[in-house]
């Protein structure tokens, strides 16, 4: 069986950090990564990373945050720094198996100003 958990999500003030953790069970994925979804907005790419560990970044948040990979653990992380109020949103781990994705179930992120 296929499962993404994420955890790690909660509630910073701005300025702070907080760590995401997606561990992914059931097939060995390629490439890995983070999306979100605002209220009242669609979800979009925050940044993802080959199984080879070349990383990819929305701008709006290259420069603070940091996507990284455990293939022993099949386990994909983002490190958010420098958190704003807009990226307040909930947090979904993606992952890909030839040509399926998977999700997990969302993990919320909320920031204070």
């Known amino acids: 069986q296929v499962q993404l958990v994420e955890s790690g999500g909660g509630l910073v003030q701005a300025g702070g950090s907080l760590r995401l953790s997606c561990a992914a069970s059931?097939?060995?994925?390629?490439?890995m990564g983070w999306y979100r979804q605002a209220p009242g907005k669609q979800r979009e790419l925050v940044a993802s990373?080959?199984?080879?560990?070349?990383?990819n970044y929305a701008d709006s948040v290259k420069g603070r945050f940091t996507i990284s990979r455990d293939n022993a653990k099949n386990t994909v992380y983002l490190q958010m720094d420098s958190l704003k109020p807009e990226d307040t949103a909930v947090y979904y781990c993606?992952?890909?198996?030839?040509?399926?994705?998977?999700w997990g179930q969302g993990t919320q992120v909320t920031v204070s100003s």
């Open positions: 993606n992952a890909n198996f030839l040509t399926r994705e998977y």
């Open positions: 059931g097939i060995i994925f390629g490439a």
């Open positions: 990373i080959t199984r080879s560990h070349s990383p």
